[in-house]
């Protein structure tokens, strides 16, 4: 079964940093883009970020831009969110997922995990 796992969310203070990760089992990781996406309370959920099968192509959301890098590791099944300089409005679930890009980043499959939850307050 397709499962994904999100991990690394906490507490943080604004300005501080969490790596995130996500480990991917089955078919979904191969030769697929993968993205992250947030969830704030009563808020939509929202793109963060996307990379490319590949590595070499890196996407941001415009608020997030100059403050997160996306990273993967293919042999491991793994994608990275390294967030830096923190801020309140960072607060949400974080998913991860595989993502196809058309009009904007969409995901491709309907099976979210649990999501790993980021706080970032004083």
């Known amino acids: 079964q397709v499962q994904l796992v999100e991990s690394g969310g906490g507490l943080v203070q604004p300005g501080g940093s969490l790596r995130l990760s996500c480990a991917a089992s089955?078919?979904?990781?191969?030769?697929?883009?993968m993205g992250w996406f947030r969830q704030a309370p009563g808020k939509q959920r929202e793109f963060v970020a996307a990379?490319?099968?590949?590595?070499?192509?890196?996407y941001y959301a415009d608020s997030v831009k100059g403050r997160f890098t996306i990273s993967r590791d293919n042999i491991k099944f793994t994608v990275y969110l390294q967030m830096n300089s923190l801020k309140a409005e960072d607060t949400a679930i974080y998913y991860c997922?595989?993502?196809?890009?058309?009009?904007?980043?969409?995901?491709?499959?309907?099976?979210w995990g649990q999501g790993t939850q980021v706080t970032v307050s004083s």
């Open positions: 089955g078919n979904i990781f191969n030769f697929k883009s």
């Open positions: 990379i490319t099968w590949s590595g070499r192509d890196t």
């Open positions: 997922v595989p993502v196809a890009r058309g009009s904007s980043w969409s995901p491709l499959s309907t099976n």
